[in-house]
């Protein structure tokens, strides 16, 4: 059974830091991307960062300088380093594997997905 286990979410004051972690199970995902989305409340879910196995990333642009996203292969595990955190990075982050191709950061090119961790800042 496929699982992916998102942690580190929490609550902080502008300007602070998160450290996110998608633990994954019961499937390798090799080289292929690995993603982090989020969704504000009201929103849709839009891609944040992806990194495909060779340590290859793509960011969106709103999120390019405080973000840092990275993978350790051998623990099947993701991470998304938030840095400089800013109130409308309130969301739900989702951890999302299972990539079909195309554009690493469309959610509809992803089979499997974490049930998300919340992360709120305040101004």
């Known amino acids: 059974q496929v699982q992916l286990v998102e942690s580190g979410g929490g609550s902080v004051q502008a300007g602070g830091s998160l450290r996110l972690s998608c633990a994954a199970s019961?499937?390798?995902?090799?080289?292929?991307?690995m993603a982090w989305f989020r969704q504000a409340p009201g929103k849709g879910r839009e891609g944040v960062a992806a990194?495909?196995?060779?340590?290859?990333?793509r960011y969106a642009d709103s999120v390019k300088g405080p973000f840092t996203i990275s993978r350790d292969n051998a623990k099947n595990t993701l991470y998304l380093q938030m840095n400089s955190l800013k109130p409308e990075d309130t969301a739900m982050y989702y951890c999302?594997?299972?990539?079909?191709?195309?554009?690493?950061?469309?959610?509809?090119?992803?089979?499997?997905w974490g049930q998300g961790t919340q992360v709120t800042v305040s101004s």
């Open positions: 019961g499937y390798t995902y090799g080289n292929s991307y």
């Open positions: 999302a594997a299972g990539w079909v191709g195309n554009s690493p950061l469309s959610r509809s090119n992803y089979i499997h």
């Open positions: 990194c495909d196995g060779h340590g290859i990333t």
